[in-house]
């Protein structure tokens, strides 16, 4: 994808974002273009709705609510006629 395509579509995102959207971008852009390597628990420099989301996933995981990779697999394979 061109450049001046992937400016424009990132910075109508950053239009519609909310101030805590705004926020957290501004996070993970700094922390992106600055390069920071620290000794920080990954965990830790997740922007709170990632953890959020994170958590939720492992609680369904334990729950037994996910699809093995193998059934999510056959079936794409299968939709999309890739057998």
């Not at 996933?57 to 697999?73: F, H, K, R, W, Y």
Request: charged share 30%; aromatic share 6%; glycine share 4%.
């Amino acid at each position: 994808m061109d450049a001046d395509i992937l400016r424009f579509e990132i910075f109508h995102k950053i239009e519609q974002a909310n101030h805590q959207q705004l926020k957290e971008l501004n996070k993970l852009i700094t922390d992106y273009l600055c390069n920071q390597d620290s000794n920080d628990d990954e965990w830790d420099s997740l922007p709170e709705f990632q953890k959020q989301q994170l958590k939720a996933s492992m609680a369904q995981a334990d729950a037994g609510l996910g699809t093995p990779i193998n059934e999510v697999m056959d079936n794409i394979r299968t939709k999309h006629g890739l057998d």
